[in-house]
Antibody, heavy 120, light 107 residues
């Protein structure tokens, strides 16, 4: 069974860069049938798609976040990462990593989520 | 960008049927996926490709999609079904798109 686990700082200062890593276990991140994505959820609000990466390194981002987001992959470590620059309080949220089925574009496995708070 | 519209809340008595809608422009031409999220937990996929159920999801959960509305139907609702439910589609311009979520309350 595939498992995903987010890790990274829980507190980031405004204007700085948020950095998170997702470690995948129980399966290879290099499987050709999946994308790997980041999704976030502010407290009490809905889910927001951040972006996705394929193991080739090809990426696609939410247009509303595109200028600030970078997603990368390290297949040797079975990990992928998120960087979100110039953060503000509006970026405070639970951040989830997820495996996305290539055909259909839906997350079938999710990490447990990690809360990132932007505050000085 | 593509927008999905869900009612904020739906209430249903135990044993009855709950229907949660997800509206979008010509959503019937897209594949719709549904997630259940309980407080403090990650979302769980309950329906994919409009009406398919992952293993482990009860048959009480079903889905349909036509025209401008997709629907998640939960039959014989139980107290444990109380949760937030989100619909999701893949849009070529907007990437992954989620509806705003519907809080299901079991009376």
């Amino acid at each position: 069974q595939v498992q995903l686990q987010e890790s990274g700082p829980g507190l980031v200062k405004p204007s700085q860069t948020l950095s998170l890593t997702c470690t995948v276990s129980g399966g290879s991140i290099s499987s050709g049938s999946y994308y790997w994505s980041w999704i976030r959820q502010p407290a009490g609000k809905g889910l927001e798609w951040i972006g996705r990466i394929y193991t080739s390194g090809s990426t696609n981002y939410n247009p509303s976040l595109k200028s600030r987001v970078t997603i990368s992959v390290d297949t040797s470590k079975n990990q992928f990462s998120l960087k979100l620059s110039s953060v503000t309080a509006a970026d405070t949220a639970v951040y989830y990593c997820a495996r996305v089925v290539w055909v259909g574009g839906y997350p079938d496995y999710w990490g447990q989520g990690t809360l990132v708070t932007v505050s000085s | 960008s593509y927008v999905l519209t869900q009612p904020p809340s739906v209430s249903v008595a135990p044993g009855k049927t709950a229907r949660i809608t997800c509206g979008g422009n010509n959503i019937g031409s897209k594949s719709v996926h549904w997630y259940q999220q309980k407080p403090g937990q990650a979302p769980v996929l309950v329906i994919y490709y409009d009406s398919d159920r992952p293993s482990g999801i009860p048959e009480r959960f079903s889905g349909s999609n036509s025209g401008n509305t997709a629907t998640l139907t939960i039959s014989r609702v139980e107290a444990g079904d109380e949760a937030d439910y989100y619909c999701q589609v893949w849009d070529s311009s907007s990437e992954g798109v989620f509806g705003g979520g519907t809080k299901l309350t079991v009376l």
